[in-house]
């Protein structure tokens, strides 16, 4: 649809819908103004052109640089005495490579938010918004600029057979609406890259994670947030039982690995927490302890630890289905053009940080055509 302006400039008439009502012009004009990338003199492809293209091209995954541009822009050549042509290939490329990628990283951090609504199925436990942090991967296409900054090295000790970039995305489960993203080379792992989203937590939220995720820094640093986390642990976690609960979790104590606490020590802490006394969170912390079996799965015993203590608040059993919503975050990162589904206006300029600049130099990297996998 063509939006009326006020400039004079024919770029201003650009827009595309309800990218253009869920991510207005103000916003990108102010991010492109903060990182210093408006043109300088009248271009075609304006910065703000770029933007919307950017996520357009995410949209229409499946549509090269010209047919995005022409759903973008094809409107123009309606417009009497325009004379407008839709850009080229390569004046698109340049136009990335002017943009960088901090600007759409800006675009994406001010209107990155939970989108569900009250009614909205499978967002909410009791008064709790339903979040998931997951990690997925992105092809990268194996040019000397993308080896540069992304390296084959992978966490695992291996070397990958092209380029990747792995990224880390806290999402609302009921909308499948990503609120918070880093990423980094493969040789960092998902943990690494979550301790710079756990501040974007909000106190409404309950935020699930597999067990990849759980360390007793990264528990606390989340908890300070004042959000509520239900996170599966791996089976060398031995939390100290203190009692249990007539829903058939189990209180229990934690205490830091790291700062050497002597035995003496860890009794009295868990003495004080059986008297109901405070902790230092920097040394241990009282959880709620869920376990169960899933039949299906032969018998796969799941261990999940909550800041949630009161059985009255949250059942065992709520809880239980409720981590499973964690999978809505696996599934949504399953994305692959060729199965035509269509990402979310919030995924396009997540995805449109990703692209925003070609290679290091512009600050991001050339994946056109990402095909995330699960990690």
Not at 165 to 188: L, N, Q, T
Not at 234 to 252: E, T
Not at 337 to 352: E, F, K
Request: charged share 25%; net charge negative.
């Amino acid at each position: 649809m063509i939006k009326v302006g006020g400039s004079g400039r024919l770029t201003d008439l650009v827009g595309l819908g309800a990218l253009t009502s869920l991510v207005p012009r103000h916003v990108l004009d102010a991010a492109i103004e903060l990182h210093g990338c408006r043109e300088e003199r009248i271009r075609k492809l304006p910065a703000h052109v770029v933007v919307y293209l950017l996520m357009a091209l995410c949209l229409f995954p499946d549509d090269d640089y010209e047919e995005a541009a022409e759903k973008l822009t094809g409107l123009l050549a309606s417009v009497p005495g325009s004379g407008w042509e839709p850009p080229t290939r390569g004046a698109v490329t340049q136009a990335r490579q002017r943009l960088g990628a901090e600007a759409v990283r800006e675009v994406f951090e001010r209107v990155a938010r939970p989108a569900a609504f009250p009614t909205t199925t499978g967002a909410w436990l009791g008064r709790r918004r339903l979040m998931a942090i997951d990690g997925f991967v992105l092809d990268l296409p194996d040019t000397p600029a993308n080896l540069e900054e992304f390296p084959k090295d992978s966490s695992g000790g291996y070397e990958t057979a092209f380029p990747q970039a792995r990224v880390v995305a806290i999402s609302e489960c009921g909308s499948h609406a990503i609120v918070a993203a880093d990423m980094s080379g493969c040789w960092d792992g998902e943990q690494t890259l979550a301790y710079s989203l756990y501040e974007r937590l909000e106190e409404d939220m309950l935020l699930l994670a597999d067990r990849g995720f759980y360390s007793f820094y990264a528990w606390g640093q989340a908890r300070r947030t004042g959000a509520q986390l239900l996170w599966r642990v791996q089976a060398g976690l031995r939390p100290y039982w203190l009692c249990d609960l007539d829903d058939g979790s189990w209180l229990a104590v934690i205490t830091n690995p790291v700062v050497g606490l002597h035995r003496s020590q860890k009794d009295r802490l868990r003495e004080d927490a059986r008297q109901g006394r405070d902790l230092d969170p920097d040394r241990a912390v009282v959880v709620r302890v869920v376990d169960y079996t899933v039949p299906d799965r032969k018998g796969d015993h799941i261990r999940l630890i909550t800041g949630i203590l009161d059985p009255t608040d949250a059942t065992a059993e709520h809880l239980a289905s409720c981590y499973h919503q964690r999978w809505e975050a696996e599934i949504r990162h399953l994305w692959c053009p060729s199965s035509r589904v269509r990402l979310s206006l919030w995924d396009s300029v997540l995805r449109g940080w990703f692209v925003g600049g070609l290679g290091p130099a512009g600050a991001g990297v050339e994946a056109r055509r990402p095909t995330p996998a699960l990690v």
